[in-house]
């Protein structure tokens, strides 16, 4: 895998109601992000692919979550769609013959599969039938996910060291729910920080509300820009 540039290792989440939102929260953050996530909010508000576009005029990557679950073909037909609209990262959910049908038809769009959303934790999964652990579903996700022909997983800062020790660089390790030191974890289970994450194996981290809602979210994304310099300092 190439090098990634330190700057682009911050995916700003742009979880806000309208795509007109996601525009200024974009402008406000400036040069502080260079890759956005736009996800199902915005999908579902109507001028989302305008959206993707204006954000790569402006020179920003774009990480399309969308995490894609229906039937083989369906997924299919939809990433075929999706490969040329721009964006670098899809993410569909980790079940082996949706990861299949997705990376057949991938082109140049990386996908990422879905292991265990980071708002679970082991109440969650045993409530849903699995007996093991949070960390065992991930690497038997993860694994499958590299079978299949995907480029990378989502996966929390705790799974991460785990995930790298396996597959080493034959995946990508993008880390959601990560909170920097004095933030909320909100509704998410399985977090860490910024230097943690990185410390841990992720090779991307996606922040959302600690920028978003912050008092000033370029000073944020800045501070967060800050400490990833620091890990990746020569």
Not at 11 to 30: M, S, T
Not at 64 to 73: F, G, R, T, V
């Amino acid at each position: 895998m190439t090098a990634i540039p330190p700057r682009e290792r911050l995916i700003a989440a742009l979880d806000v109601p309208d795509a007109a939102q996601a525009r200024a929260l974009a402008e406000r953050l400036g040069y502080a992000v260079r890759y956005y996530k736009i996800g199902l909010e915005l999908f579902s508000a109507g001028g989302y692919f305008e959206l993707l576009q204006w954000l790569r005029a402006r020179g920003a990557k774009v990480f399309a979550d969308l995490k894609l679950y229906d039937i083989p073909e369906t997924v299919r037909r939809a990433v075929a769609n999706l490969r040329g609209s721009g964006a670098e990262f899809l993410t569909v959910h980790a079940e082996r013959s949706i990861m299949e049908a997705a990376a057949r038809e991938k082109g140049q769009l990386k996908i990422l599969a879905v292991t265990v959303l980071t708002s679970f934790d082991q109440k969650n999964l045993a409530e849903m039938g699995y007996a093991g652990t949070v960390e065992d579903l991930v690497l038997q996700r993860a694994r499958a996910a590299l079978e299949c022909g995907c480029d990378g997983v989502i996966a929390s800062g705790l799974e991460a060291p785990k995930i790298k020790a396996a597959f080493g660089g034959k995946l990508l390790v993008v880390t959601p729910g990560v909170r920097p030191a004095g933030t909320a974890a909100a509704d998410q289970k399985r977090t860490v920080d910024v230097a943690q994450a990185f410390a841990n194996g992720a090779d991307y981290i996606v922040v959302g509300r600690p920028i978003r809602d912050a008092a000033d979210p370029r000073a944020a994304a800045e501070a967060i820009q800050s400490t990833i310099a620091t890990v990746f300092k020569d």
